[in-house]
């Protein structure tokens, strides 16, 4: 299977950390992708990880444990242009889709 | 600005009307592909184009109908659509199909509302 979850929603605050957690099942694991997506936007990519351990981007840091089939999304220094949905996904066996996470919708608020 | 164009921006049809969305790019990219997305849900694949051929077509209803007439561009062309078909519909685009480390470039969308 492919199921791939995600919290629905989470709120945080302007200059706080928040950490958006994805867990998938770890048959046929291939890497591991986020997108950031604004609403009424193209989804843009944001990391890759097939590796395990942190992957830092500036603000934005990605994790991967593949043993535990988990990764993470680390936000820092939140600013209000962060609220938008953030999807994991990975590809499939055969590499040939990508099938995404539920998606989680940031808030942050002033 | 993404590097994948896609238009119109949003559509309004009704259920007897054809149309098609078009969508662009020109990094070079051989993969194409063409997503559906709900409000709130995340995208779901309908078709994959490698090398202007079609590899994936996932039981996606024949009122929808792509065409890839190059390596840059890839076509939807939609006819006796439904109103549960309206949605945001995204293309992408990676530099090769079946390697797992290809990110996809997405383009912004086409939202499509079908009266």
């Known amino acids: 299977g492919q199921n791939i979850d995600q919290p629905t929603e989470m709120t945080a605050t302007e200059g706080a950390i928040v950490q958006i957690n994805c867990t998938y099942q770890?048959?046929?694991?291939?890497?591991l992708f986020w997108y950031q997506q604004h609403a009424g936007e193209a989804p843009t990519f944001l990391s890759y990880?097939?590796?395990?351990g942190l992957e830092e981007k500036g603000r934005f840091s990605s994790f991967l444990s593949r043993s535990k089939g988990y990764s993470y999304l680390l936000l820092k220094e939140l600013q209000m242009k962060d609220s938008a949905s953030y999807l994991c996904?990975?590809?499939?066996?055969?590499?040939?889709?990508?099938?995404f996470g539920t998606g989680t919708r940031l808030l942050v608020s002033p | 600005d993404t590097e994948v164009t896609q238009t119109p921006k949003h559509l309004v049809m009704g259920m007897t009307n054809k149309k098609s969305l078009k969508c662009e790019q020109h990094m070079g990219h051989r993969a194409m592909y063409w997503y559906k997305q709900k409000a709130k849900k995340p995208p779901e694949l309908m078709f994959v184009y490698s090398y202007e051929k079609l590899s994936i077509n996932e039981s996606v209803p024949s009122r929808f109908s792509p065409e890839c007439p190059n390596s840059s561009l890839l076509n939807l062309h939609l006819h006796a659509l439904q109103p549960e078909d309206s949605a945001l519909y995204l293309c992408?685009?990676?530099?090769?199909?079946?390697?797992?480390?290809?990110?996809?470039?997405f383009g912004d969308g086409t939202r499509l509302s079908i009266l």
């Open positions: 770890t048959s046929g694991f291939n890497g």
């Open positions: 992408a685009s990676s530099q090769v199909f079946g390697m797992s480390n290809q990110p996809q470039h």
């Open positions: 996904a990975k590809p499939n066996t055969g590499f040939q889709k990508l099938v």
């Open positions: 990880n097939v590796l395990d």
